[in-house]
């Protein structure tokens, strides 16, 4: 690899800060997200968060106190040696209810701190704009990104922390998971719906706002900044057809488009004419205003980044699709290849080789993997310690076919931060059980624990691994 190749760990506001009220911080859609039965309900937009019970359990008020724990969190992770580390801004820790004029300075000075932290230890930051995460009040008040409204309280949200930032962040990610926004609405994009609504119609038509968004975002960053460079995020893994029956093939590459759709735009600069043709057929063209197309096109991402957690798979047999698994809120069916992780998420490695191909293939820009890792359960050994040799087998794996990736197959690829290189609350379930982290956290499902960091086996391993620069992977 490179010597300027960029390895670190990734994590999410609302995944591990916690002081959901604290610093003038607004309440932010994930802060309504229970844990529980009703978590899903309410992700995908289809139940009303304020007809929660009162004794709901919210994962994201305390979460993992990163809030109050940062300097000694990102002290193990400069112990590691990490070259950067992404995580991200909450916008109503900067705009409480997302339309104030003026940011929130508490706000802004923490994240100011946090990232001289990291700048002490010489940690690139890579920031996440906007991560699951939207300022409640722009839900009630516009229905979030329904509305084109949303695109300018975006861009003033940019605007403070571009200028604030200048010279300090070089790595911006305008929206995470862009594509989450068709599968978990409200996780996604803070969208609810209304009995009888089309969803897909609504769901593009916020997808159009969320993309005009991104494109003035890089526009805005390049005018303050001229050296930053910002990048769109994909939840990745391609679809393989479950047998070499055309049927099967065809079907994967629709399912491929559904998930490339937005990054077409934002790498390319305009939709897919799949796309459009799409729109015309099942009624849901976006509403565009005049100029829309051109702004698109003049601003797209300098880079693109990925999270890549397991390849799908994919078929038109009823038979094999009773055999549909859950991975990554993407339905696939069960490749009979592939281990599957304790949650059900198939384990592939080569398919980490064929994404960064086939995304470097279509695109031909810069690519970033900015999460990758095993949620796993750990267990606490007689010696106090925690030897997750599982989590070392995965990534060791998949480092492997990255480093063939770019070394065999020529993919340029800026960096490399596996998903909670702290344990945290897990996005899909909300449990604390399921961990990615190099570092243990003690903190149980239900809220419990001390909050004590502990170094994993994996801890050690992966330091060996950012020292030697990816060469010593035993
Ligand atoms: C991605 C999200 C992350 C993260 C990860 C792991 O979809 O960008 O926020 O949580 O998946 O998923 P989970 O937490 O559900 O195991």
């Known amino acids: 690899m490179n010597k300027h190749f960029l390895w670190g760990g990734a994590t999410a506001a609302n995944q591990c800060e916690g002081g959901y009220l604290e610093g003038g911080k607004g309440l932010g859609s994930v802060d309504v997200i229970p844990a529980g039965p009703n978590r899903f309900p309410v992700m995908k937009g289809e139940m009303d968060y304020h007809t929660l019970p009162k004794d ?134 803070g969208i609810r719906f209304a009995e009888g609504e089309n969803q897909d119609k609504i769901k593009y038509q916020a997808a159009h706002h969320e993309l005009i968004a991104s494109a003035l975002a890089v526009k805005l960053a390049h005018e303050i900044d001229p050296d930053c460079m910002v990048g769109c995020m994909l939840a990745a893994g391609n679809f393989y057809p479950y047998s070499c029956n055309p049927a099967d093939v065809w079907d994967g590459i629709k399912k491929d488009r559904e998930n490339y759709f937005f990054i077409d735009v934002q790498a390319r600069g305009e939709y897919g004419c799949y796309a459009w043709k799409q729109f015309e057929q099942n009624g849901v063209c976006p509403h565009m205003e005049e100029g829309d197309l051109e702004i698109l096109k003049s601003h797209t991402v300098d ?29 696939s069916v069960r490749n009979p290849y592939l281990n599957v992780s304790q949650w059900g998420w198939q384990i592939d490695p080569l398919g980490l080789r064929i994404t960064l191909n086939t995304l470097y293939d279509r695109y031909q820009k810069p690519l970033f993997i900015v999460e990758n890792g095993l949620g796993a359960i750990d267990e606490i050994s007689e010696d106090g310690k925690i030897h997750d040799s599982y989590r070392i087998t995965y990534l060791r794996e998949h480092i492997r076919t990255m480093k063939l990736a770019v070394e065999e197959d020529g993919v340029e690829l800026l960096g490399y931060t596996p998903w909670g290189c702290i344990d945290l609350v897990s996005a899909s379930t909300g449990e604390m059980k399921k961990r990615y982290g190099f570092i243990y956290v003690d903190k149980d499902n239900e809220g419990h624990g001390t909050l004590t960091r502990s170094r994993k086996d994996s801890f050690y391993w992966y330091k060996k691994v950012i020292a030697s620069n990816g060469e010593d992977l035993e």
């Open 56 to 189: 709901s359990f919210y994962p994201s008020h305390e979460a993992i106190d990163m809030y109050h724990n940062y300097k000694e969190d990102i002290a193990l992770f400069a112990e590691m040696g990490f070259k950067c580390y992404r995580f991200s801004f909450s916008w109503s820790r900067i705009f409480p209810t997302g339309q104030e004029e003026k940011p929130n300075e508490e706000g802004l000075l923490f994240y100011e701190n946090f990232i001289d932290e990291l700048l002490k230890y010489n940690i690139e930051p890579v920031v996440t704009i906007c991560h699951f995460d939207v300022p409640l009040a722009l839900e009630e008040q516009y229905d979030s990104w329904k509305s084109r409204s949303m695109i300018d309280c975006y861009l003033r949200y940019c605007n403070a922390i571009f200028r604030r930032f200048r010279g300090k962040v070089k790595y911006w990610i305008t929206f995470n998971e862009i594509n989450m926004l068709l599968h978990l609405p409200f996780m996604g994009a």
């Open 303 to 331: 880079f693109i980044s990925f999270s890549y957690y397991s390849s799908r798979c994919t078929s038109t047999d009823p038979k094999v699709l009773k055999g549909a698994t859950a991975g990554n809120v993407m339905k």
